[in-house]
């Protein structure tokens, strides 16, 4: 039973156009809400979260927004740049003190 | 500040042997999490731990693996006679109590490969 699901398994998108990653979730105790970037052969690295109070929370170039009626996030990173090609996980957890529950993730390319 | 450290990197195993992967979560942090990723897919939780506690190990095959989180020392995920399919990345992260963003804090992860 997939909670967290990204239902793209790739996306490419021009260099210094808007990038829209994907994800839905099915458990409405989540609380908390984190996107996650991974090179190959390295570990995951924390990007940016929100929490449930709150639908929108920015980061310099990243942008995650929260659709809690519809149980919808997305990120949004503008503008592209050829290092953010990189696989994109998108997780949830029900509180603080809760284990983290990851998507599929999904395969950004920047293309030149 | 060292981040979340991980060793070894690189593990491999004969079918049979046993698999110890270390993790040393980052200075404060109280919170350990053992994730598994297989070619092509996504991180899979395995278990969560506090120190001496396991909180939440609804992840973890329930024969041969076993996880602990001693009041001194890193975080040890053991495998008991590896199998092929035990062949994956195993990465923890780290957190510390209350933290409010709510991230947790990746390591590099250990490849292992069941020959």
């Known amino acids: 039973d997939q909670q967290v699901k990204q239902n793209s398994p790739s996306l490419s998108v021009q260099e210094g156009r808007i990038s829209i990653l994907n994800c839905d979730y099915t458990?409405?105790?989540?609380?908390?809400f984190l996107w996650y970037k991974k090179y190959p052969a390295e570990g995951p690295t924390f990007l940016i979260s929100?929490?449930?109070?709150?639908d929108k929370n920015e980061d310099g170039r990243f942008t995650v927004f929260l659709n809690k009626s519809a149980k919808h996030l997305s990120l949004h990173i503008v503008p592209s740049q050829p290092g953010d090609s990189a696989v994109y996980f998108c997780?949830?957890?029900?509180?603080?003190?809760?284990?983290?529950?990851f998507g599929k993730g999904t395969r950004l390319h920047i293309l030149p | 500040n060292a981040g979340v450290m991980q060793n070894p990197r690189h593990l491999v195993r004969r079918r049979g042997q046993e698999a110890r992967l270390r993790c040393s979560p980052m200075?404060?942090?109280?919170?350990v999490y053992w994730y598994r990723q297989l070619p092509e897919e996504g991180l899979k939780f395995m278990v969560y731990?506090?120190?001496?506690?396991?909180?939440?190990e609804s992840g973890m095959p329930k024969e041969r693996f076993s996880a602990e989180f001693p009041k001194e020392g890193p975080s040890i995920l053991r495998i008991q006679q590896v199998v092929r399919g035990d062949s994956a990345a195993y990465f923890c992260?780290?957190?510390?109590?209350?933290?409010?963003?709510?991230?947790?804090?990746f390591g590099q992860g250990t490849r292992l490969t069941v020959v």
């Open positions: 992260a780290s957190s510390g109590a209350g933290t409010w963003g709510a991230e947790a804090f």
């Open positions: 458990n409405s105790m989540f609380d908390y």
């Open positions: 997780a949830a957890r029900a509180n603080r003190d809760d284990k983290i529950i």
């Open positions: 929100i929490s449930s109070i709150k």
């Open positions: 731990l506090q120190k001496e506690n396991i909180i939440d």
């Open positions: 200075k404060g942090h109280s919170h």
